[in-house]
């Protein structure tokens, strides 16, 4: 199985920031498909720019590719509206679920932007930037995310 994990960061693809969250989303990949091939990116947020990786992954076979940043409110925060671009039906129980979980915590989780869809087979997800923000995002899903993959792959129907 083929994932994806492209980090969205100004700072991060000018090498003025470490980027900490896309490597620890790896891990989390890693840990439920140790059989996985994962492919990282880094890039700036510059809408464009998304759009065309988003489609060429998919295009690739890439059955999930989860995005890092880009969903806030900051004018340079673009990911979801790339995403949508992209994608041809909506997840947002995904999207809900990791707002809502993280905002058990932090009530800040309820002002991030980020959607989850389907372009064709290829489940594109987008997690917040930070690196506490994105491990909890993910793991708030992880356990839905096998289950989707399957049946987005035409896989099986039901639990």
Same mark, same amino acid.
């Given at each position: 199985?083929?994932?994806?994990?492209?980090?969205?960061?100004?700072?991060?693809?000018?090498?003025?920031?470490?980027?900490?969250?896309?490597?620890?989303?790896?891990?989390?990949?890693?840990?439920?498909?140790?059989?996985?091939?994962?492919?990282?990116?880094?890039?700036?947020?510059?809408?464009?720019?998304?759009? @065309?990786? &988003?489609?060429?992954?998919? *295009?690739?076979? +890439?059955?999930?590719? !989860?995005? #890092?940043?880009?969903? /806030?409110?900051?004018?340079?925060?673009?990911?979801?509206?790339?995403?949508?671009?992209?994608?041809?039906?909506?997840?947002?129980?995904?999207?809900?679920?990791?707002?809502?979980?993280?905002?058990?915590?932090?009530?800040? @989780?309820? &002002?991030?932007?980020?959607? *989850?869809?389907? +372009?064709?087979?290829? !489940?594109? #997800?987008?997690?917040? /930037?930070?690196?506490?923000?994105?491990?909890?995002?993910?793991?708030?899903?992880?356990?839905?995310?096998?289950?989707?993959?399957?049946?987005?792959?035409?896989?099986?129907?039901?639990?």
């Amino acid at each position: 199985m083929r994932f994806a994990v492209l980090t969205i960061s100004d700072r991060c693809s000018q090498g003025l920031m470490q980027d900490t969250a896309g490597p620890a989303v790896v891990a989390l990949l890693r840990a439920q498909w140790p059989e996985g091939a994962i492919e990282t990116r880094l890039l700036p947020d510059e809408e464009d720019q998304i759009e @065309a990786a &988003l489609r060429e992954l998919a *295009a690739a076979g +890439a059955v999930l590719v !989860l995005t #890092v940043g880009g969903t /806030g409110m900051s004018p340079r925060d673009r990911t979801p509206e790339a995403t949508r671009r992209v994608i041809d039906r909506e997840a947002p129980g995904l999207a809900e679920a990791m707002r809502s979980t993280g905002a058990q915590r932090n009530q800040f @989780a309820w &002002l991030s932007r980020g959607v *989850a869809g389907l +372009a064709g087979r290829t !489940l594109i #997800v987008n997690l917040p /930037g930070s690196q506490k923000g994105a491990e909890e995002s993910l793991a708030a899903i992880l356990s839905l995310l096998k289950h989707a993959v399957d049946v987005a792959a035409g896989g099986q129907t039901h639990p």
